[in-house]
C-alpha cells in the first residue's frame, strides 16, 4: 500500500513534562520543534508516522538536556540562563 509523507516544514508542540534537573529538583518543560523530511522513500518504509517519531525523540532529548543541567548556577550554564 502507498503511504504518503508530508515534506513540508512540519512545527509540532511538545506536551509539557515533568523532568528532574541536575540537583534533583521537579521541573515542567515543554517546547515546539520545527522538521521537515529529507527522504520521503526512506521515511515511508522505516517510519510508520514521521511527526510522532520526531516528538517521542524530541520529548527524550529534551528530558535528558534538562536533567544535566541545574536550574540555577552561579558558576556555570543553567537551564535558568540558557533558556532566556
Do not use: H, W
Not at 523532568?19 to 515546539?32: D, F, Q, R
Not at 532529548?61 to 533558556?83: H, I, N, W
Amino acid at each position: 500500500s502507498l503511504k504518503n509523507v508530508n515534506l513540508a516544514r512540519t512545527i509540532l508542540d511538545l506536551d509539557s513534562l515533568k523532568v528532574l534537573e541536575a540537583n534533583g529538583s521537579p521541573l515542567i518543560v515543554s517546547g515546539v520543534v520545527c522538521f521537515r523530511v529529507i527522504n520521503a522513500k526512506r521515511a515511508a518504509i522505516d517510519i510508520t508516522n514521521p511527526s510522532e517519531f520526531v516528538k517521542q525523540n524530541a520529548q527524550a532529548v529534551m528530558k535528558r538536556v534538562a536533567s544535566q543541567f541545574p536550574y540555577e548556577s552561579d558558576t556555570g550554564p543553567c537551564l535558568k540562563t540558557e533558556a532566556a
